[in-house]
């Protein structure tokens, strides 16, 4: 498995409250991703970073700020937390190579569940 | 929206028969990639084709990529109740070989029972 983890594993928190999830690398890769999964959605791109400090937004960014200070290091913040935030949240991490993607390696998920 | 499209969205099929899964996605691309997920767990890459291959093996899965059709079809041989899992497809359609737009778009998956 690649060197990803991700915590917390899992939180309960209440509509209204930030909430800070943490993706850490042992890879040093340079592309880091957040991904939300919820039924009948499939993967959705949050937020990515193609190096320290440069991060740019994915599909369902809204509600949701990254920051990358370090390599091994991507946080994924909920400002504010809604009930539609409740999902699995997922890490991806990625080399890049030349002009082609290479592939993701995923970490296990965060299930985040917002009352 | 989704780039990839799978289908179907579910099968099931009994141990020792093959399984297929297509994906049709949108827009032109520079590779395509099938990945397994587990229930409960992160997904994890299978196999890999870029734009210019039309077919490729790794052990039980076969993987053919048509661009004229926008479409790609993974088939796993010999079913085993193991092989059970959602299967998504995904497509790096990025722009920008200088390295600030690498990332994928993923389908909603296949389902697919392997049952013993």
């Known amino acids: 498995d690649a060197g990803i983890t991700q915590s917390p594993r899992h939180k309960v928190t209440e509509t209204g409250t930030p909430v800070t999830l943490r993706c850490h690398q042992t890879?040093?890769?340079?592309?880091m991703y957040w991904y939300r999964q919820d039924p009948g959605h499939g993967l959705r791109l949050i937020h990515y970073s193609y190096g320290v400090k440069d991060t740019d937004k994915g599909e369902v960014s809204d509600g949701y700020s990254v920051s990358r200070s370090k390599t091994e290091d991507f946080l994924l913040t909920l400002e504010s937390a809604t009930s539609s935030q409740t999902s699995v949240y997922f890490c991806?991490?990625?080399?890049?190579?030349?002009?082609?993607?290479?592939?993701?390696?995923f970490g296990p998920g965060t299930r985040l569940l917002v009352l | 929206s989704q780039q990839g499209e799978e289908d179907p969205q579910a099968l099931s099929i009994q141990e020792g028969e093959n399984a297929t899964m297509n994906c049709s996605y949108k827009t032109s691309i520079n590779n395509l990639q099938w990945y397994r997920q587990n229930s409960g767990r992160g997904l994890v890459h299978l196999i890999l084709?870029?734009?210019?291959?039309r077919e490729k093996h790794s052990g039980r899965l076969r993987v053919t990529l048509d661009t004229s059709k926008k479409s790609s079809s993974l088939l796993i041989t010999a079913s085993r109740a193991a092989d059970t899992a959602s299967y998504f497809c995904a497509t790096d359609a990025s722009r920008n070989s200088g390295g600030s737009n690498y990332k994928l778009t993923f389908g909603k998956g296949t389902l697919l029972t392997v049952n013993p």
């Open positions: 084709i870029r734009s210019n291959e």
């Open positions: 890879e040093n890769h340079r592309y």
């Open positions: 991806a991490i990625s080399r890049g190579s030349g002009g082609n993607l290479e592939t993701q390696y």
